[in-house]
């Protein structure tokens, strides 16, 4: 079992879209897939039409695998499961600082309700947290959107840092640039700036910034079942192909 998180510590960048087309990608390639939405805002969970559990709350989330397991959800598409967000994960950081082990409870809880799945996807929420902490230690890649401005390039920094600091391995890291408005100087000047500073975080693929994705609300579905043939899709397959096999779409 792989686990794939996406996050950033910087909201508005893309996480949900990126993580709910990645899931989808896996799950169409023949793996099985458990997105586990871990924002208490729960948008994941909105675009695949699920509805959380009222039972899965507090520390359950942690310690009860039977309610864990249940509050897992069966999405429109197969081999794609989806454990829906309710707003009680809000208080996540809560509960898991009265635990012992609390760095590693994450995992724990993942590794004991997810063994039927090949992947499972975190879709995260934008802190630095015991939550995050948690998401840092237990995923085996972290893959990380970043729009090319000046502040996303500040926070990317400040997760690089984080894990310098605490001794994180930074292998785990996968940015890719996410929004991306190639007409705008900005846009080509900090990609070719940040790739030159982290040539070994950045992936090549890079995600545009389309109306189609934007859609994503309206058809509460991954791009690739309304807009098939669009860039938006064409840009989440290859951002698969890569992270899964390491192949770079020709451009």
């Not at 729960?42 to 559990?53: I, N, T």
């Not at 809880?109 to 090949?118: F, N, Q, T």
């Not at 994180?168 to 940040?194: C, N, P, W, Y």
Request: include cysteine.
């Amino acid at each position: 079992m792989k686990i794939i998180a996406c996050y950033s510590n910087k909201g508005g960048v893309g996480k949900t879209a990126t993580s709910v087309n990645l899931a989808y990608a896996y799950a169409q390639a023949g793996q099985q897939v458990l997105l586990c939405d871990l924002d208490p805002q729960g948008a994941s969970g909105f675009y695949f039409r699920v509805k959380p559990s009222k039972k899965l709350k507090d520390a359950r989330f942690f310690e009860d695998v039977e309610r864990f397991t249940k509050a897992i959800r069966a999405s429109d598409f197969e081999g794609l499961d989806v454990l829906p967000a309710n707003l009680t994960f809000r208080d996540f950081d809560v509960f898991l600082s009265r635990m012992r082990n609390k760095r590693s409870r994450l995992k724990k809880a993942l590794v004991a309700a997810g063994s039927d799945y090949d992947v499972i996807f975190l879709d995260c929420p934008p802190n630095f947290s015991t939550l995050s902490e948690n998401i840092f230690r237990a995923a085996d890649e972290i893959v990380v959107p970043v729009i090319p401005t000046t502040l996303s390039e500040r926070t990317f920094d400040q997760l690089v840092g984080f894990f310098e600091e605490h001794k994180l391995r930074k292998g785990k890291l996968r940015a890719f640039f996410s929004m991306v408005q190639k007409r705008k100087i900005l846009h080509q000047d900090t990609m070719e700036k940040m790739r030159g500073l982290y040539r070994k975080r950045f992936l090549q693929t890079s995600i545009p910034f389309t109306a189609d994705i934007e859609k994503m609300g309206q058809h509460r579905a991954p791009v690739s079942t309304y807009a098939a043939r669009s860039a938006a899709s064409a840009a989440y397959q290859a951002l698969y192909d890569e992270l899964e096999n390491g192949v770079v779409a020709s451009k």
